[in-house]
């Protein structure tokens, strides 16, 4: 199945590929923010912009709502392209918090989460009370996982934001044995099974 073909499937569709002045352009724009943002994770930005500039990338219809994570791994966003860890069949094995062993995933929810909240930092964006589902509390991302957001931003705050960001962009265990170090291993692995739950939920809702 192509990538057309596959992302009908979810209902979107595919409009045009980007040209490659706004594939650059967007390229630089989001490596000079990752680095403003995260100065101490070892990125430099022409490792970044060479990483970026070669994505391919589309203008395309989404539906309003759509909230499960779809990855197509040869082009999907920046960070998640930056999280790609692959084994040596080129096989997808890790995307930052996220494991892929065979058909068994765990953590997708969990590193989405961790994906916006590092997005909602490199935008700048602060945080917010708003009301979800009946539920009142502060979110940095109010219009896309922002019960999710406050979540995980409660995990960081145990570990430390730093530790949880260099996990998510570099692919590490660092925060999963931080956590597991203050909370234990099955406290970690339920919250984790949690957030897919929520995420799924969501997903019926919608």
Partial sequence: MNIESALKKDGITVIAPLDSESVNEIAKS???SLLLAFPNFG????????RFSSIKMYMADIPHGL???SYFYK???CIHNLQEVTDEKGNLSRL???TFKGSK????????AAVQLASSNILGSTFENVT???INFSTISPNCYPLLCNLISQMAYATGE???????LNSSDYFRNKFVALCGENVYNQIANSFDKILELEEKII
């Fill in 132 to 134: 979800y589902y009946g």
């Fill in 75 to 77: 082009n999907h966003e």
């Fill in 105 to 112: 995933v765990f953590g997708m929810a969990l590193n989405e």
């Fill in 162 to 168: 730093e530790v949880l960001f260099d996990s998510v």
């Fill in 96 to 98: 930052g918090l996220c």
């Fill in 30 to 32: 989001v490596s000079e």
């Fill in 43 to 50: 990125f430099t930005f022409e490792a970044l912009y060479k």
């Fill in 67 to 69: 909230s499960e994570a």
